[in-house]
């Protein structure tokens, strides 16, 4: 009886340690934490760049936002670094990349799956595979010009700033063969400029008002026998050949040369009758299997959908933390986060259905949200997934460059051929991103809207669309650097002169490629968009005041691809 009661008493009192024990465990924690995001302020404060990790011992899972709590207030920026550590490990664990077709990207998608099945039980997670066309060059495609009795060969590397020339993206296969030299005049973009190409190799100039797939069409119907794009040296960034992207169907061999090659080939194409050898091997392999992932809300009318899409997947070049890591992470916390507002039962729930969608391959030219946009316009596509159900496109592609903007697409600067009715509710959306910046005395600046990421097949179907950018290739001004120091604070302007993200499509955009100063503050102002549309009575009606044209999403809808350049791969 002694031995039980003091076996009894020992339980007790290790039960009491025990108990003290996890209080002290959970106080040190909180402390640990509460002295990270202290140090982490202080070090935000003092040049506006952290390098503090959130390690998996202090976060595993996203914090509940408080119940009584706004979307806005539930993004933190240690969640959405959590995340993007977590992609960084899957790229390390995959070769530094999560490009389509690789390890790195199929463990992005599991890994936005499977957080949402655990951590967003209340939201219907989807998978949409399709086919993606794989090939592979073999050996090294050859260039040879042949003018004035001498020949003359071009090198090739994988490595573009010392490469002559590279293939171009689905070109068409070439055994070693001569063909006719002709310069196409202008930049191409006008049917009239291929009046002369029938049979010939077709030069042309990057650049102008159309895209290299819209260039490959014409040279296609124009009966070009082969096609070479050269870079338009206007810059020191377009001198060397970029990896050109043409539709999937062309039929043309295709490459594309350097500033200096094309323009050794147009004087020599010029001065006497020149030719080109041309050869290129490839290999096709069976297309291979990627996929979208989108995760709904079962809340909220389903012919009035939200839909908010980023893409999932990184150039071969590097691990794609910026581009678009920051974008995909947002919306896994966005849809997190109101998942569990949903779930606290003191959070009004929208009236519409909200869709956050990972799109595939945006990087291989918006295959992906392409793909999407044409299934839900087919006849055979059900209620809640056509295209006539999603009134508006969120997209987020690029959220934490290093030397940022705050960025938010310019609705008015939407091409020639939108639908005016998607057009104007894209400005007001603009105005609701814009107004909220200024509201929040931050900064920002409007950028590009003419269709060069996943919102592109959306817009150009009718259907409003919006989103933020935090810049890429773009150099920031010294207006700029100081409208953002005298709203941001001292040393907060970023660099005047530099570009906004100078790992942009390279193997150093990592973790350490994010400012989470800026990139918190966007994706907070993307929370405060969805929860205000969320909110309002006819958000219809708030974007199509006078009604909605609906158009049909063109069978060759295509990108202007000029925009994705790996220019390190
Ligand atoms: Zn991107």
């Not at 194409?269 to 041309?278: D, E, K, Q, R, Y």
């Not at 989103?467 to 953002?484: C, H, I, M, N, V």
Request: hydrophobic share 40%; aromatic share 10%; net charge negative.
């Amino acid at each position: 009886m002694c031995s039980v009661v003091g076996s009894f008493v020992r339980i007790l009192i290790l039960f009491a340690i025990g108990v003290v024990l996890l209080i002290v465990s959970i106080a040190l924690n909180a402390a640990t934490l509460s002295t990270i995001n202290k140090r982490f302020d202080e070090i935000k404060n003092a040049n506006g760049q952290t390098t503090v990790s959130i390690g998996s011992t202090t976060r595993t899972t996203t914090q509940p936002p408080s119940s009584s709590g706004n979307l806005t207030d539930s993004i933190r920026i240690a969640d959405l670094m959590y995340h993007l550590n977590e992609l960084q490990r899957i790229a390390n664990d995959a070769s530094n990349t999560r490009a389509i077709g690789t390890r790195g990207f199929s463990e992005t998608v599991n890994y936005i799956y499977n957080y949402l099945a655990v951590n967003a039980p209340n939201l219907n997670v989807v998978r949409q595979p399709f086919l993606v066309k794989n090939f592979t060059v073999k050996g090294n495609p050859i260039l040879i010009l042949s003018s004035g009795g001498s020949n003359r060969t071009f090198t090739y590397s994988t490595n573009l700033a010392r490469s002559d020339f590279t293939y171009a993206n689905y070109s068409a296969p070439i055994a070693l063969t001569e063909f006719n030299l002709t310069v196409v005049p202008n930049y191409g973009c006008d049917p009239a400029d291929w009046q002369n190409v029938a049979g010939q190799a077709a030069l042309v100039v990057l650049g102008g008002i159309c895209t290299f797939a819209e260039k490959g069409e014409l040279a296609n119907k124009y009966n070009a026998s082969a096609l070479l794009y050269y870079n338009h040296g206007l810059t020191t960034a377009s001198l060397a050949p970029v990896i050109a992207r043409l539709r999937q169907v062309n039929t043309l061999p295709a490459v594309c040369l350097s500033y200096a090659a094309g323009q050794e080939l147009v004087r020599a194409a010029n001065m006497t009758s020149a030719s080109i050898w041309l050869q290129i091997e490839i290999e096709n392999y069976p297309p291979f299997m990627i996929e979208n992932v989108c995760a709904n809300t079962k809340e909220g009318n389903i012919n009035e959908t939200i839909v908010i899409g980023g893409h999932s997947d990184s150039v071969p070049a590097g691990p794609g933390i910026n581009d678009n890591g920051s974008g995909a992470m947002a919306i896994l916390v966005l849809a997190t986060n109101l998942a569990r507002l949903y779930q606290s039962g003191n959070y009004i729930k929208y009236k519409y259905r909200v869709r956050f969608c990972w799109w595939a391959a945006e990087e291989i030219g918006l295959v992906g949200a392409i793909y999407h946009a044409q299934q839900a316009q087919n006849s055979s596509a059900i209620i809640g997934n056509r295209l006539q159900d999603y009134l508006i496109n969120l997209n987020y592609d690029m959220l934490g460059s290093p030397n940022y903007m705050l960025g938010v697409y310019n609705g008015s600067s939407a091409k020639p051929g939108t639908p005016p009715s998607a057009r104007n509710g894209s400005i007001r959306i603009s105005e609701t991103f814009s107004s909220w910046f200024d509201r929040n005395n931050l900064p920002w600046d409007y950028t590009d809207f003419s269709g060069r990421s996943d919102y592109g097949p959306f817009l150009a179907a009718g259907i409003v669309a919006g989103g933020l950018f935090s810049g890429a290739d773009e150099t920031k001004t010294p207006e700029q650097r100081a409208r953002y120091e005298e709203k941001l604070g001292l040393g907060q302007g970023g660099l005047a002169g530099a570009i906004l993200d100078p790992c942009y499509h390279k193997a150093c955009d990592t973790t350490d490629n994010i400012n989470q100063l800026g990139y918190e503050k966007m994706v907070q102002a993307a929370a405060y968009m969805l929860e205000y549309l969320g909110r309002l009575d006819d958000l219809p009606t708030w974007l199509y005041p006078n009604g909605r044209q609906t158009t049909e999403l063109p069978e060759n809808y295509f990108p202007n691809s000029d925009y994705f350049r790996d220019v390190d791969s």
